[in-house]
């Protein structure tokens, strides 16, 4: 299986090399987990390589993003300057339906469907940043009917996803899209047992095809973006 | 009773010679706990002992499944091109229902019972994973009538049948599912309290007409499939 | 109080020889907890003693629990043949509804109190296997109701009565059935705080006009049926 | 303030001489704890100091609460005989209104109101066996308010009542009739810390107008009705 | 900030001398835990000040509270018979449109609301048991805003006021009335760590211009009211 | 990125010298962890340091807040005098429309949106003292889509805002606002497990661009306002 970097070697040390190409990865997290980061790790890694990308970002402004990004040593400007790296405008679109009174004009999963099929045949890399935004409001049943189907699209287009999805929406859909998904990563913080204090840990319950270890991972948010502090100093 | 391997001689041994014939088994389990690995083994040991079989899968695309079982070293290829294995593509007709706009085209329990009606006589072996595509968005109640339903026309017909069902539905329906079945098998991911680490168990609470141990099992995800560790090394 | 024996000598003992005659008893249990065992131990003993009996198997068809008998030594094949014992085919009516397309022929409880009405006078003895078929999709008060209808009007018929209720169903239905009976036996799988392991107990919490312990009974299902422990290994 | 004996001479010695007189005391328990017994002793004793008694039992036809009263050596039947006990049959009210197909003439908490109102007005006491009937099915502020009203009611007629209900039907209703009530019983089973035992307990959380200790207490179900264990071996 | 006494000293030590006054402070707990006792010391101790008052007793009869203070030595009846102290009779009026058959006639905040302003402009202290009644059945937007009023134009009016609320209604209305007033006290009964019994405890999370101790405080209901336990014997 | 001081010389500390400037944090706290003094202090600060500023406070009436902050030496009057701080009579406001009669004129999250579009140009500063009041009655998804929106709105606007919330809005919405905000503090009072006493404490689980820690931060309320202690008191 072919493998892309997610930007971050000891990362890419647990995934035999990387996220699998042409899948979908799911990235859950509570609010400071560092989930923003991890995408813009995983993009500015994906662009210097080569990979035409796109990000889909419902939260945030492209321009903090690539500030964002340029704080932790990823500079992505040059890639969206050469048109490798494309930015929608999501948050946006929102803000502005509803600045104009079009109070439910809220995005739907729909859109997102209908954005998997009108993105440029020659995308590789697809972020996600967040799924959340269009889970909540909708059935369980639509958003799994939904969700199965964006990822089955994805992957028939060969297309390497990375989506991200606040911890709250996750829960609030019962965790349902861990089975949608080829893979799955759940940032958390939580007291470390030995340290008696409030750290950061990644756990991988899924990868298909991918020998994953179960071990809960500490790592920190740093300067230079996520560190995963090596396995001896884990549980 | 006649018992039809699960795949796992390990755990053939602790179901006194493997699932009973002519019933129907659901296992249930989490993301990356491997349902679909026990399918797989379950279905390709079908195979070699010249049981004629059907995998209907509702989340995966049958290529999948097959470089699943390829990478695992249980080549299902063979048995397709021989018609022995018939894989209906549900995945792929939820998704077209979808983007074809029809919304609310989603696949009930209904279609369910339709294809126990429709398919062949000379069926042995039933797969079906996952019945929680099934069970969400119907209420309890029908869900109840509707399985036990398909339990009964199932081992009417003298088919054996394995059910997987991932946890969430499984627990969105009360774990309801499991007086419908002759038996059930969990699968989970916990802390092992011995080494403190996040391992993969299994647990069997049901097998009628067998001699089960409540035992939790430990076993792994490894390249050739799963691997129940040996009791010693268990609780 | 005169009593009809359990069909389990050690559960006669703590029940001062076993089910109150004339009274409507409730068992209920999680999956694999041998819930059907007990009935099927009850009826065949039961029927020994010269009882008319009848069962409703609402799981189950009457061919699966003769065949479930047999292979734990309780024949009840004979008293079939005889008429003693009259097999009530309530499953085969729920699946034929719902294949011929009646989607809401499900068996209400309403149909369970014209049962009781309609049983011949002369039976003595009724098993309902199980209650929980009758209580989804119901509001509580109507269950409650109906349940302490149908446990008066058994009980004004003199006619001993074995319910046999599912914990799913029994938990949603907040435990409620529990006050509706004359007596009530829980089955449970739970982990022994001594062993370390998962095993089987049962409780009894009300046995009216019956001195019973409080102590958790630890049993097992061997190929016998159901033997309890011997209260020295019991908590 | 004068009190009434709750029929138990250990309990009548924690509530200062007994239950308030002219007040409304709730007892409230699971399925086996006694509920019904304590309204046998609490009635019995009554009816022997010469008070008009009343008895509303929802789940029990009189005979079988007098049976249950003969066996434990409280003999009811000469006090019914004389009139000085009545027994209303509410079971049965509720049984045929089901059997004759009114299928919604199940009893409302109105009904309790009325029943206040013309029951004769030289009774002294009245005993409700069991509330819980009344309470599910309609919302929280109408039960408050029409328990409310029934506890005014029968406080002004200066009826000492005895409540019982069961504790499903009580934590259903977020136990708010604690509040309606001049007093409160909580009769649960648990495991006793000490003796590693299921065993029984009572616990009075409130009693104006009277000191009381919070002390949780063990009692026992007898050949002889309820006895307290010596405050040495609680708590 | 002028402080008017709790009429318990060892409280009015712990709030800087006694509640805010002008202010709206709660005062929440479970049955038996004296939230009745708390207001009658408060009101007891307001009218020898020479306070105008005015009591809302929405689960007790004027002449109870009376019986009640007088029992533990606050007789409030003088100033009943000098109109210092009002005793508005909410409790008849809710009984009586039941009564007479409104059966949905149940008291609710708007009148609270209406009372607020047609109280006479010389009251000074207001006493409210129990709002619980007034929170049940109307939406929690709805209460906060009208709570939010209702403090506001107490507050408005420099009325002090004692808001007396059931923890079950508390909790239900999810302990937002706490954002609403500017102290709350709340009253519980638990398990003491140190001696193994339940007692009775204060906790006070918040006094608005007040600086308070977050320590639990132990206390106890005697026949001369409610006793504070000195600072040492408190955890 | 420039920082503004949240007028507390520790807290800025650990903020590498206080918000982010012309950001959104989020600041949630039970009754009486002091989260209106927080806003108090900030917005003293942000006063001194010539800043334009307005808070919309809708629990409190303006003048109550000025008393609150001449009290612990935060006097705002002087910047009202001066037009550099403005508030906003919210809560008369709702009060008003409730006496008129217009039950349903609660303020909505719209009004807020609005709010934000007709604040001066030159208002640097906004503080929001409670968002919950806007949260409750609206669903979630709308709530989402609002609050992301005014985030929006008002980090596109350049204006620093600090939005305080209670705790049971908080966690009625899910935590859900701690996505739409660029930092978030998090104020709750619970068991010290070193001294076994209820305390206050401060969690920061996310400030953007910030180096944080996630130790949790003992901290009182001082006659000074906001104090934090030490880093070695803390766990």
Redesign the interface.
């Known amino acids: 299986?072919t493998r892309l970097s997610s930007g971050n070697i000891d990362l890419d040390k647990r995934l035999q090399g990387g996220f699998p190409e042409g899948e979908c990865v799911l990235i859950t997290g509570?609010?400071?987990t560092g989930k923003t980061i991890f995408g813009i790790q995983f993009l500015y890694n994906a662009c210097q390589e080569g990979k035409k990308c796109v990000i889909i970002a419902t939260?945030e402004?492209p321009e903090k993003i690539i500030l964002?990004g340029k704080?932790l040593g990823f500079d992505l400007e040059p890639f969206v300057e050469t048109n490798q790296l494309t930015m929608i405008h999501f948050?946006?679109l929102?803000?502005n339906n509803?600045?104009e009174g079009y109070?439910n004009v809220?995005m739907h999963i729909?859109d997102l469907?209908n954005l998997a099929?009108i993105i440029q045949d020659d995308v590789d890399v697809i972020i996600l940043d967040?799924l959340?935004?269009f889970s909540?409001?909708i059935?369980?049943?639509?958003f799994?009917?939904?969700l199965?189907?964006l990822a089955?699209?994805l992957s028939?287009q060969k297309r390497t996803s990375l989506i991200v999805m606040?911890a709250?929406?996750h829960?609030?859909t019962?965790?349902?899209a861990?089975?949608?998904t080829y893979g799955?990563i759940r940032l958390m913080?939580k007291e470390n047992p030995y340290t008696?204090?409030?750290?950061?840990f990644m756990?991988i319950?899924?990868?298909?095809?991918t020998?994953?270890s179960?071990?809960?991972i500490n790592y920190d948010?740093?300067?230079e973006g996520i560190k995963l502090f090596p396995a001896k100093a884990n549980?």
Chains 1, 2, 3, 4, 5, 6 share one sequence.
């Open positions: 299986m509570e609010p400071g939260e402004v964002h704080a948050l946006e929102r803000a509803l600045a109070t809220c729909d469907n099929h967040n959340g935004t909540i409001g059935d369980l049943k639509q799994r009917d939904k199965d189907t089955y699209v028939n606040d709250t929406a829960e609030l019962h965790r349902i861990e089975y949608s799955t913080t008696g204090k409030m750290e950061r756990y319950p899924k990868m298909r095809g020998k994953i179960l071990d809960i948010i740093t300067e549980r």
